[in-house]
């Protein structure tokens, strides 16, 4: 990693904010100081700006051909494999996480890499032929990239999140700035530096490592940024949108979700559908202390099997081990910040007083850090907050229903839409019932996973646009329409336009 406080790079060089300003980066386990980045500002983002519409406008980027490009995404990909286990220690320590979670987000970050690399180079490079209706007529639509891009990533999964958007990024051609956030910006200063080891061209990858009111900010009105991509919460999502609109950009929002997981009694009516569904349950709301955009928050299940689902659920909860992330045996790591560590036991003191019951959890282990223990709140209801609104913390809710049509309708009732699951063994059920979740990925007898090649984004207040596949590909670009006309003659439209003769 490159030296402390010089973790601003702009246009091929690394350096201190201007300013001289710097910020701590806290260790979440012990709530110690560990790294020291560069606090960037409004002058630093305003240079890498500029560096990258220079080199956009007239470095070689843009115009490398597709094969290159899609052969450096790939070296990328090698040398994430490479540095996988410094990187995953890093992203652990930075966010809070396991170990093996660290781990895992290098592997995805690597998989996706490569399926842009995969994506761009097997496309038609000619463009779509376009049926015109006339054999004098050459008609095609091309794909080019945006240009400028801002990328405003979050700090639960900053090293996964920032290679949605700059693996897509590169692969069409584009140049970036891309800010990281302030509680975690050590494993994308990296990325950055896995970039330029595998030859991209300088002014290409621009970081600013800095606070969101001021460089995030900047980013999204500047006049010289044609995209940008921002993955956060909603209040400052909508911030982003309206200072974007200024100057017309496009913008692509992930601004997370209240995610329901529905329970149908059938899909426990073994011990092994019992035991799976439990096990998911607690996968879906506690991975990464629930600090997961996607996360399961929401248990909606059948009434009958409520009781003996959430016992179940809320012993396995309180058996949950809590510490540092590389430490054998842990399971669960901090929240990532004092910040969020009130919050969470904000939005549990209000569910307690509108009458949720604590089954499990509830509050912080003895010791430092910014640990909470796996929280279960049963007859939990719509009125709640803490059902309402997004918590990013271990906290998982309980609500039941009789009916199919009560869960779809309990499912939907949020104003948010990201993600959703739904349990049982019949398949008509479970196609009928996918298909009626206003969500932007469902999932059937599964949580979590996610593929590189299908989108991924949400409905409603859970953004615009969407990251990963195909589509994710198309954020990046802009659709040119080239009409040729093979055999021109006069149009004869206006009277005045015969030719004279004589």
């Not at 992330?325 to 990532?336: H, I, K, M, N």
Request: net charge negative.
């Amino acid at each position: 990693m490159t030296a402390a406080q010089q973790t601003i790079h702009v246009g091929g060089e690394w350096r201190a904010a201007l300013s001289g300003a710097t910020r701590e980066i806290i260790d979440p386990v012990d709530a110690t100081p560990f790294e020291v980045v560069a606090e960037g500002g409004v002058p630093d983002t305003d240079d890498a700006v500029a560096a990258a519409r220079a080199a956009f406008d007239f470095g070689a980027w843009p115009r490398t051909p597709v094969a290159e490009r899609a052969a450096l995404l790939r070296r990328v990909a090698a040398l994430l494999e490479r540095d996988r286990e410094r990187i995953g220690a890093l992203e652990s320590r930075d966010a809070g996480k396991t170990l093996e979670e660290g781990r895992v987000d290098v592997d995805c970050v690597r998989d996706a890499f490569r399926y842009f690399a995969d994506l761009v180079e097997n496309e038609n490079g000619g463009g779509r032929v376009v049926d015109a209706g006339s054999d004098e007529i050459r008609s095609v639509v091309v794909h080019e990239p945006v240009g400028v891009c801002a990328l405003i990533t979050p700090w639960n999964y900053p090293l996964l999140q920032a290679s949605w958007k700059i693996a897509p990024a590169l692969a069409a051609g584009n140049t970036f700035v891309i800010k990281p956030s302030e509680i975690t910006p050590l494993t994308t200063v990296v990325l950055i530096e896995l970039l330029l080891e595998a030859g991209l061209p300088l002014g290409a990858a621009n970081v600013v490592t800095g606070p969101g009111d001021t460089v995030g900010a900047r980013l999204a009105e500047h006049p010289a940024v044609d995209l940008v991509s921002f993955t956060g919460g909603l209040v400052s999502g909508t911030k982003v949108a309206r200072s974007a609109a200024d100057s017309v950009k496009k913008v692509a929002l992930e601004l997370g979700g209240k995610n329901p997981n529905v329970v149908f009694a059938d899909a426990c009516s073994t011990p092994d559908g019992f035991d799976t569904a439990v096990d998911q349950a607690l996968n879906a709301a506690f991975i990464h202390s629930g600090q997961v955009c996607s996360a399961g928050s929401r248990l909606i299940v059948e009434e009958p099997l409520r009781d003996r689902f959430v016992a179940e659920l809320s012993r396995r909860a309180e058996l949950i081990r809590l510490g540092r992330g590389t430490d054998a045996g842990v399971e669960c790591g901090p929240l990532v910040s004092a910040a969020q560590l009130a919050r969470t036991e904000t939005y549990v003191a209000s569910a307690l007083a509108e009458g949720a019951v604590l089954r499990a959890g509830g509050g912080r282990p003895a010791g430092p850090g910014y640990f909470f223990r796996p929280t279960v709140l049963d007859r939990c209801h719509r009125g709640m907050r803490v059902v309402r609104e997004e918590v990013f913390g271990p906290v998982l809710t309980v609500e039941t229903f009789r009916t199919e049509e009560e869960a779809v309708a309990l499912a939907n009732d949020t104003e948010y839409g990201l993600a959703g699951a739904v349990w049982t063994s019949d398949e008509h059920r479970a196609r009928r019932v996918a298909g009626l979740l206003r969500h932007g990925t469902v999932w059937i007898n599964d949580f979590h996973p996610y593929l590189p090649q299908a989108e991924w984004g949400g409905f409603g207040k859970s953004g615009i646009g969407r990251e990963l596949g195909p589509g994710g590909l198309a954020e990046y670009r802009e659709a040119k329409h080239i009409y040729q006309n093979l055999a021109p003659r006069p149009v004869r439209w206006f009277a005045g336009t015969t030719t004279a003769k004589g």
